[in-house]
């Protein structure tokens, strides 16, 4: 537990195993954002080790079939921000499961190269 850290300090995770847990992101992008967060406290995904990737991959299998049946979506985004240049503001790593809903964007083509408005598209061939 890493002092001042609001991870660190989260008691009711909505879901958890030995090494990671999922909560509600508290400014979510679409209903049933959720954040697979390790227990260990470590700014990027590049540290974790294989045990604690297989730890947050098993959440993100189980924390989509509690989205599923809850707010029944139409897919997924799942992201990373790594780093302050990535828009990263918590600096204990997170994955963003992010539920995706038919029209919650007028055009969802280019998914999460959105990160950089102007690179959403694909170049035309």
Do not use: W
């Not at 609001?6 to 049933?32: H, K, M, R």
């Not at 954040?35 to 730890?55: G, M, V």
């Amino acid at each position: 537990m890493t002092r001042g850290c609001p991870f660190c300090a989260i008691t009711s995770p909505v879901v958890e195993n030995g090494l990671a847990f999922a909560v509600y992101d508290t400014s979510p992008v679409t209903e049933g954002h959720l954040l697979i967060i390790p227990k260990r406290h470590y700014p990027s995904l590049f540290e974790a080790s294989r045990e604690e990737l297989e730890a947050i991959a098993e959440l993100v299998r189980i924390a989509k079939s509690i989205l599923d049946e809850k707010y029944r979506p139409d897919g997924y985004n799942i992201g990373v921000n790594i780093g302050t240049a990535s828009g990263q503001t918590i600096m204990h790593v997170h994955l963003h499961l992010i539920p995706r809903f038919v029209g919650d964007v007028a055009e969802p083509l280019g998914g999460v190269r959105g990160v950089i408005p102007a690179r959403q598209k694909y170049p035309s061939p």
